[in-house]
């Protein structure tokens, strides 16, 4: 039996500035039985044709253009639908990946039909920021989906799945990242692991998607709590929906609470059941007792009362 063709998903987007180091780290990699599915979104700087410059030199690379601009999320949907691969990675335009992660993930995946990995934080030129995502998330390995309810700790660059989780995937959401939903399908329909390795420099600048360092950014604002309320139900709505949810009886219970939350000026009842949950629902959290106990009265807090401070 020879070895499992491995597919990286890899999603554009005016990508220039950084694209050739990544694509350097992605055609490098050490396991060599590669395919590498680059889907543009649009772009209208020299993205495209560093994808064409790199896919002469690389038959392993294949470039598709989308024909309208579908966003991030659907980007990545549409990109895992044209992978052949035994096993599918995941890959932003502007990180730095190990020349060694492939092989990596595949020596440590086991059984499990998802792995991911630790990413270091590098600033815009590359340099290290001397932080780690493990620093700032738990990490968890298991099979309890209940973990990714309320909290994310694994990151779409980071991860690698067994082309077996396909006929659960339902396509992606405008309301849960998709590494978020991955994880969670990923739990339901099997379990997953990481390995403590930081195989990315995980590039941290201005026109990045996700900001899990806070950074300032000027425009930026904080979201309102009444949008994280909502947004918080919104989620939890698009959970108990999956069609092949485990422990589903425990998801409508939650999400019963979250919708009784919404018309009510105080929610003892949510706050309760976060509180006596907290070991699953704040596992990723790197929180200490007292504080996961105050965040669970945090949920008290009715959407009525809170709409008197807004």
Known sequence: MGAPLVSIALCTYNGAKYLREQLDTLVGQTYSYLEIVAVD???????????????????ILKVHQN?????????????????TGNYIALADQDDIWDLNKIQILLDHIGDNILIYHDSEFVDEQGTSLNRQ???????????DTNVFLLENCVSGHALLFRRELLPYFTGFNSVIFHDHWLAYIACNNGSI?????????????????????????GAEVKKPSL??????????????????????????????????????????????????????????????????????????WGYQLKKLFN
């Open 133 to 143: 995502l493990s620093q700032l998330r738990n990490f968890y390995a298991g099979d």
């Open 227 to 300: 949008k994280k309320l909502e947004d918080q139900l919104a989620m939890m709505t698009q959970f108990a929906a999956y069609p092949y949810n485990k422990d589903q009886a425990f998801k409508q219970k939650l999400l019963r609470r979250m919708q009784k939350r919404m018309d009510s000026f105080f929610s003892f009842g949510l706050a309760w059941f976060i509180f006596v949950n907290r070991d699953s629902l704040l596992f990723i959290l790197k929180k200490s007792a007292i504080s996961k106990f105050n965040l669970s009265l945090k949920f008290a």
């Open 193 to 217: 692991t990481f390995t403590p390795q930081a195989l990315v420099k995980y590039r941290q600048h201005t026109q990045a998607n996700t900001n899990i360092l806070k950074q300032d950014r």
């Open 67 to 83: 024909t309208q601009n579908l966003g991030y999320v659907k980007n990545f949907e549409r990109a895992i639908g044209l992978c």
């Open 41 to 59: 979104d649009g772009s209208t700087d020299d993205t495209v044709a560093v994808l064409n410059e790199y896919a002469v030199r690389y038959p």
